[in-house]
C-alpha cells in the first residue's frame, strides 16, 4: 500500500508541474485581436490585378498576395484598384485576398551586392546563395537638391579613343548612347565597365526587357574580363512580368546612390530604357490610364526624368561621391527626332549617335562625331586631350562633308585631296576592337603621332598595325611620362616634343638617324 500511495503522490507532482508550465506559456502567449484591411480580387490580367476593398491603401504601398506573391498600388479610382505584379501572376485566381503590408517598395543595399547577379527585388540569380546585405533603401527616391551637388570635375575614361578624346564623360554626368538595333550600343557600355577595372568604380549593369540570352552573354564577358568583383547585375528580363521592368531602373539606382552617399564613383548603365518606357505603357494602357503620343501616357517624361536626375556628383560635406548614368535608347531607322529618343535626350547632357551607315561599312566603334555631343565633359577632360584633340573634332567633320561631295567624281585640289587623306587616317585612327580599352597615355600617344602628322606617310591601311607599334615604343620608352599623363598633369611643349621624338625615331629608324 505505501508504494501505491508513494507512486501515486509522484505522478500527482508531476501533473502539477506540467499543468503549471502550460499555464504559464499560455499567459506568454496570449492571442491579440488586430484590426487588419483584407481586399479581394475582382480581376487578373498580364502583369496587373484590380482589387476591390482596402479603403485606406496608399498609392505606392506593397501588398501581398497569396503564395507570398507581392504587387505594387498603381491606381487608386473610386471603384477599385489597380495594382502591378511584381511576381509571375500565374497562380492567382479572382476571389483571392490581398493583404496590406504598409510599407513602400524597397530593395536590398550594400557590399554583399557586388559580384552578384539579381532581380530588382535583391533575388539572387545567379546560384550563389542569399544575397548579404546592410540595409534596404526605398526604390524611389527624391534626387539630390541643388545645393547638395558640385560641378563635374572627374572625367570617366571609357578607354575608347572616339568618346574620351571628342565626346568626354565626367563623374556625376548623364550621357545618352543611342543608335539603332544591333549597332554595338551594349558594347560600348560593356567596354567603359571593363576600362574601369582597378579605378574604384562600382559599376551596375540594369538589363530591361532583354533576353535571357543576351543577358547571360553581357555576364560570360565580365567574368571573362575579370570585371564582376566590382559589378551589380540586375535583370528584369523580357519574360519576366512588366511591373518588374518598370522598377528595374529605379531599384539600380537606390544600389547605387547607397555607394555614393559614402563617397564612392558609381557608373550605371540602363539597357535599355525603351523598353522601360514600353514596359509602362503596357501597364497604363492595362489599367486604362489616357493614352497620348504613341500611346504612350502623358507622364512618360515625367518617369525618365525623375529617374535621372538622381545621377549627380555630391559635394564633399554631403559624401562628395558621384553616380554617372549610361542610358541606352534604341531608335528606328537612325530616327532620334521620335518621341521617347528626343524626351532623353532632352533630359540628358549629351549622347552618343551610333550611325548604323559607319556600322555597315565596318567603322567600329560606329560613333557619329557630327550628331553626338557632351554638354559636361569638356570640363572635366583630362588637360592633355585638350592639348592634343582641340580641333579633331572640327576637322574630321569638315573631311566628312567633304568625302561626301568628293563621292560626285569631280576633279580635286591639293589642299582638298590633302583634307580627305588626313580624314581618312582620321577614322582608321579612331577604329578599335571591342573589349580592348586604351590606357590613356596611349590614346595620347597616337593622337599626338596624328596631329603630328607621322601618319602620313604611312598607307591607310597600315595605320591600324601602326597604331600598335606606337603604343609598344611608348611603353617602353617613356613610362614615366605615361604616369604624368594619366595622374592628370598638363602636356607640355616639351613633352609633346619628346612623344613625337620617340615615335618618329621607333616607326622610322633610318630617318631618325639622319
Known amino acids: 500500500m505505501n508504494g501505491q500511495t508513494n507512486e501515486s503522490g509522484a505522478l500527482n507532482e508531476c501533473l502539477d508541474d506540467l499543468f503549471s508550465k502550460m499555464d504559464s506559456a499560455l499567459s506568454e502567449n496570449k492571442q491579440e485581436m488586430k484590426q487588419q484591411e483584407v481586399g479581394i480580387v475582382r480581376f487578373v490580367g498580364q502583369g496587373i490585378v484590380k482589387v476591390g476593398g482596402l479603403p485606406n491603401v496608399r498609392a505606392e504601398e506593397v501588398v501581398r498576395f497569396p503564395h507570398n506573391l507581392q504587387g505594387l498600388v498603381f491606381n487608386i479610382d473610386p471603384d477599385d484598384i489597380g495594382v502591378i505584379f511584381l511576381d509571375p501572376s500565374e497562380k492567382l485566381t479572382a476571389g483571392d485576398e490581398v493583404q496590406r503590408t504598409n510599407r ?79 549597332t554595338g550600343k551594349t558594347a560600348i557600355a560593356l567596354d567603359t565597365i571593363i576600362n ?18 543576351d543577358v547571360a552573354k553581357v555576364i560570360a564577358e565580365l567574368k571573362a574580363r575579370d570585371a564582376m568583383h566590382y559589378c551589380i547585375v540586375v535583370v528584369a528580363a523580357g519574360e519576366d512580368p512588366p511591373g518588374l521592368q518598370y522598377i528595374a531602373a529605379y531599384a539600380a539606382t537606390s544600389m547605387g546612390e547607397y555607394f555614393m552617399e559614402r563617397g564612392r564613383d558609381v557608373l550605371v548603365i540602363y539597357d535599355d530604357l525603351t523598353r522601360h518606357a514600353r514596359a509602362y505603357r503596357e501597364l497604363s494602357l492595362l489599367l486604362r490610364r489616357p493614352p497620348g503620343r504613341e500611346a504612350f501616357p502623358g507622364d512618360i517624361f515625367y518617369i525618365h526624368s525623375r529617374l535621372l536626375e538622381r545621377s549627380t556628383h555630391l559635394r564633399k560635406e554631403h559624401g562628395g561621391g558621384s553616380l554617372t548614368a549610361l542610358p541606352i535608347v534604341e531608335t528606328e531607322a537612325g530616327d532620334i527626332s521620335s518621341y521617347i529618343p528626343t524626351n532623353l535626350i532632352s533630359i540628358t547632357d549629351g549622347q552618343i549617335y551610333l550611325s548604323p551607315r559607319l556600322f555597315q561599312k565596318g567603322i567600329l566603334p560606329a560613333v557619329d562625331v557630327g550628331k553626338s555631343v557632351s554638354r559636361v565633359g569638356g570640363k572635366a577632360q583630362l588637360a592633355a586631350y585638350r592639348a592634343v584633340a582641340g580641333d579633331l ?122
Not at 145 to 160: A, F, K, S, Y
Open 104 to 182: 513602400i517598395l524597397d530593395v536590398p543595399v550594400g557590399e554583399g551586392l557586388l559580384g552578384r547577379v539579381i532581380t530588382p527585388m535583391g533575388k539572387p540569380l545567379d546560384n550563389q546563395g542569399e544575397v548579404t546585405f546592410s540595409r534596404r533603401l526605398p526604390v524611389e527616391r527624391e534626387a539630390p537638391p541643388i545645393m547638395h551637388r558640385d560641378p563635374v570635375t572627374v572625367p570617366l575614361q571609357t578607354g575608347i579613343k572616339v568618346i574620351d578624346a571628342l565626346i568626354p564623360i565626367g563623374r556625376g554626368q548623364r550621357e545618352l548612347i543611342v543608335g539603332d538595333r544591333q
Open 196 to 213: 574601369q577595372k582597378g579605378k574604384d568604380v562600382i559599376c551596375i549593369y540594369c538589363a530591361i526587357g532583354k533576353q535571357s540570352s
Open 393 to 514: 573634332r572640327l576637322s574630321y567633320s569638315q573631311f566628312e562633308e567633304l568625302e561626301t561631295f568628293s563621292r560626285f567624281g569631280t576633279r580635286l585640289d591639293e589642299a582638298t585631296r590633302a583634307v580627305l587623306e588626313r580624314g581618312w587616317r582620321i577614322r582608321e585612327i579612331l577604329k578599335q576592337p571591342q573589349f580592348q580599352p586604351l590606357p590613356v597615355a596611349e590614346q595620347i600617344a597616337a593622337l599626338i603621332a596624328l596631329t603630328g602628322n607621322l601618319l602620313d606617310q604611312v598607307p591607310i591601311e597600315d595605320v591600324a598595325k601602326t597604331e600598335g607599334l606606337i603604343r609598344k615604343i611608348l611603353r617602353e620608352n617613356l613610362g614615366e611620362l605615361c604616369n604624368r599623363i594619366e595622374s592628370g598633369e598638363k602636356l607640355r611643349p616639351e613633352d609633346r616634343e619628346s612623344i613625337t621624338a620617340t615615335l618618329n625615331a621607333g616607326l622610322f629608324p633610318q630617318e631618325g638617324s639622319k
